[in-house]
């Protein structure tokens, strides 16, 4: 048997040497010899280099410490996510948004800050009040506020002036818009005067639901608010759009997202958010023809706001490290450096770079509009109901369904899903 | 078995310890691909099974459910939608089949210049990345920028938005899929075309069969059991289908709220987005699981029905 033994040796040699080099493949954080690596998932492009720039800052402020910063389209971002965290091996430090938040809070995914935070002596104050409500859950702050945004509409100089549209005034209602909009659509042309996107309720339909007086959830986090009529109204406000052609349809949408439209000429009047002033810039068509106004007013003003946190992974492998680069990501500091280059900073009295950035657009708007913004609707599990929101609405978009049924039935659709919470 | 008998004597029996030795050295020569088989296929089968019955949170950890999962399956309208959609789609691109033959035929002509011209072009989409076909396709078929609408207009045709309308999505995803899939089918075909032999079509010539008689009645009977093969693997390919959909109709958000994705998703798409996107992992390996039984009774129903059509030569 000397032969054949020496033959089991070997393959189970192979075997465990193939086992051990898999597990050391896990994880990615860290090695004995005091260089420790944290990983920072982000899902912006725009912001990867910035990102890494603040990560090699970090890095000269802490030596031994490295950031590598793993970039994951927003399309797959939490899914993969989600994967990883379910894998035990979630980054050491990642953004988070509002709608996903609680989940991970509640499913202690993610570490509660407050010790550091009183610790090392953190004012929260710095940063808008409804961002720290946003990553607070049962009485404790999770993150850190990395950015901030709210919605406004750009608007397209050039195809105001051709269909000779004055610009959109502060102080513009509904109805003003809703006659720009007939104006500036031009079918021969393949011009529409706004894009009805169903994709985004942040930039489109919360907008319209709180100014028509609405809301998309109690605020105990119970109840739909999506069978109250003002709701529905500020859900018409999209559909009537798209019956009277003043909007692509929703398949045209599905093609070609409005984002490419607006900058290919197509579409005058572009809701979208503080953060898109990056790419407006950056974009050849854009970047000279656009301005942003604020939203127009329907029963009251309103505008989302929302912003993105930085939170730490509950299973990091260097908890004081990664809480430090947060630390350090919140600072005012790293804020400036943040507004050079992308999106709005989070941090008091940061926001002047940002508007130095791109002074083209008038973006004072969108820190105007903060006197009156609603906060971004979630809870426990946001995105079971988001799903149900683009199942049932999908159908009025179309015109297969009554605004009203669609909205009534997603109401109850929703009631159920947060029963189960 | 060579090794072992001698003619003009009894074979004789190698000593057992040999036997054994030689017995060992096969098993070691089986068992990385054994190994990999059981690692990555058996294992994974058994888990989902498992899995199947268990109910997960959003972030792991999973409580028996017993037949809860399958319960839902039977009255979830997404899967039946899915199923349908899976169905229709293996059934149309079985058209690839026919295709597939006729062209290998042409191609397999005595004397065509160019025939690896011919061949490399056919093969091409198939060496491509399913996902870069799939976004060519996609601004193929974009109802106002797309290359077909446009020349579509030239002659007066107003084309649809191919992937977003209801009535065209499944249509548009079946062109694609044939598509990328005829070049593996017509390697196979030519390959099985060419082990027919020669003297066959001589006597048939002599005979005085034409090429469409000595096609129909020599090429095509030969070719049944490849046929046979390309069939097996086309339904089991088909009903596996996800990266097609996935990039053409778009997935999460941008697919729910594309009109004509209730006719595009498919049984592995909604069990991506059940398994993967919304984590509910028990529900999404039962998804599985009736796709596996699905195909296991495909496959075993096209080996029943083979005897009625398949000829060996």
New interface residues.
Partial sequence: MG??AR?CTA?LGV?LSLSVSACGGGGGSGSDDGEITLSYAVWDKNQKAVMEKLGREFSASHPGVTVKVQLTPW??Y??KL??V????SAPDVFWMNGPNFQ??AS?G?IRPLDKEIAADKVNLSVYPQALVDLYTYENKVYGLPKDMDTIGVWYNKKLFDAAGVKPPADDWTWADFRTAAGKLTDPAK?IYGAAAQ??SFQEYQYNTIAQAGGYVISPDGRKSGYDDPRTVEGLRFWTDLIEKNQSPD???M???APLQLFEAGKIAMYWGGSWNAGEFSANEYTKDKVEVAPLPKGEKRATIIHGVANVVSAKTAHPKEAWQFVEFLGSKKAALALGKSGPLPAHDGTQQAWLDTYPQFRLQTFLDSLDYAVPFPVSK?T??W??AE??HL?KA??GEQPVGEASAALASAMNDLLAKE | MTLTSRPGGRPRRRPRRDR??EA?WGY?FI?PAG?GLAVFYLWPVVRTGYFSFTEW????GHTWSGLDNYHRLLSDPEVGRSLVNTLAYTALGLIAIPLAVVFAALLNRDGLRGAGIYRTLFFLPVVTMPVAVAMIWRWL??????LINHVLAQVGIDG??W???PDTALFALVVVGIWSSLGYNLVIFLAGMQAIPKEYYDAAAIDGAGPVRQFFRITLPLLSPTAFFVSIISVIGSLQLFDLVYVLA?????A?????FPRMETVVQLFHDRA????DRGYGAAIVMMLLVLIIALTALQFRLQKRWVHYG
């Fill in positions: 032969k054949s033959f393959l075997v399309a797959d939490w899914s989600k994967t965290a379910t894998g035990g989940l991970y499913n995914v393949g169903l994709t929703l398949k045209t599905t093609d070609t599990n995105a079971a988001n799903e683009l199942t999908t978009w179309t | 054994v030795t060992l070691a068992a190994l949170g959003a972030f792991g078929y974009n109802g106002d920028y797309g649809p938005n992937i977003a309308d778009g997935s999460g958000q941008t729910r709220a594309n009109p004509a993967f996107a919304t984590n």
